[in-house]
C-alpha cells in the first residue's frame, strides 16, 4: 500500500507539472514565432522608429532653433512623437495572424488565450517601445534637453511605453477583423493614452527643472502594473469577440 499510494502521489505531481510545462512551453514559442516573424519583416519595424526620428528632426527646423524654445517643448514634443510611433505599428500586431488563419488557431489551444496574447504584445514592445525608449535621448540632444534628464526620459518611455502596447494591442484586437481598422483603432486608444502621456512628459519635465521626478515613475509603474492585469483579459475577450462575432 505504501508503495502504491507513493506512486499516486508521483503521478499526480506529474499530471500537476506537465500543463505549466505546457504554458510555458506555448509562451516560448509565441514569443519565438513572433520575434522572428517580425525580424523578417524589417519594414515593421523599422517604420516606427524612422517616423519617430524624422519629427524629432523636423520640429527644430519648422519651428525655431533656438535651445530655450526647444528645451521647453521637448518633454511632450517627444512623448507625443513616440505615443504617435508606437500606435503607427499597432495594426499590424494580429493582421498577419488573422489573414493566415493563424490567430484562429490561437483560440483553439488549450492554453490560457490571455497569456499567449500578452507575449505577442511583449514581442512589440521589445522591437517597438523598447528601441523608442533608447533612442529618444539620442533624439533629445538635438532639442537641446539638459543632460540631467536623459536617463528620465528613458526610463519613463520604457515604463510608458509598455502601458501604450498593452492598451493599444485591445484596440488592435477590436479591429482586427476590419479591412481599414486603422483609423477606428486610433480612436479607441488615444484617450486611453492620454493618463500615460501627462505622467510621462510630467516626469521627464520635472527632471529638467529639478523637481521630484519618483511620483511620475511611480505613477508611470502603476499604470503598467494595472495594464498588466486587465489588459491581457480583454485582449482575449476583445480577439474572441473579433474571430466569432
Given amino acids: 500500500m505504501p508503495a502504491s499510494e507513493g506512486s499516486l502521489s508521483e503521478e499526480v505531481e506529474v499530471a500537476r507539472e506537465e500543463p505549466r510545462g505546457g504554458l ?10 513572433d520575434l522572428v516573424l517580425l525580424l523578417r519583416r524589417r519594414s515593421e519595424v523599422l517604420n ?3 517616423f519617430f526620428a524624422i519629427v ?3 520640429f527644430p527646423i519648422g519651428i525655431s532653433p533656438d535651445p530655450a524654445l526647444l528645451a521647453a517643448i521637448a518633454p511632450g514634443l517627444l512623448w ?3 505615443l504617435l510611433a508606437a500606435l503607427l505599428s499597432l495594426d499590424s500586431l494580429f493582421r498577419a495572424d488573422y489573414d493566415d488563419g493563424s490567430l484562429e488557431q490561437l483560440l483553439l489551444t488549450p492554453q490560457p488565450l490571455a497569456l499567449l496574447a500578452l507575449a505577442k504584445v511583449a ?17 533629445g540632444i ?3 534637453l539638459p543632460a540631467g534628464s536623459y536617463v528620465i526620459l528613458g526610463v519613463s518611455l520604457a515604463l510608458g511605453s509598455a502601458s501604450l502596447s498593452l492598451i493599444g494591442a485591445i484596440g488592435a484586437a477590436l479591429t482586427v477583423g476590419l479591412s481599414r481598422g486603422g483609423v477606428l483603432l486610433s480612436l479607441l486608444v488615444l484617450p486611453l493614452y492620454i493618463p500615460v502621456l501627462i505622467f510621462g512628459a510630467g516626469a521627464v519635465q520635472a527632471a529638467i527643472y529639478g523637481d521630484g521626478v519618483l511620483a511620475h515613475l511611480a505613477i508611470l509603474g502603476a499604470l503598467l502594473a494595472l495594464a498588466l492585469i486587465l489588459a491581457p483579459l480583454a485582449i482575449a475577450a476583445s480577439l474572441r469577440i473579433s474571430i466569432n462575432g
Avoid: C, D, Q, S
Wanted: hydrophobic share 75%; charged share 5%; aromatic share 6%.
Fill in 80 to 82: 507625443v512623437a513616440a
Fill in 56 to 58: 524629432i528632426t523636423l
Fill in 142 to 144: 538635438m532639442l537641446a
Fill in 123 to 139: 514581442v512589440h514592445w521589445l522591437l517597438t517601445g523598447l528601441p523608442l525608449a533608447l533612442m529618444a535621448p539620442v533624439l
Fill in 24 to 33: 510555458a512551453v506555448a509562451v516560448w514559442a509565441t514569443l519565438k514565432r
Fill in 48 to 50: 516606427p522608429l524612422v
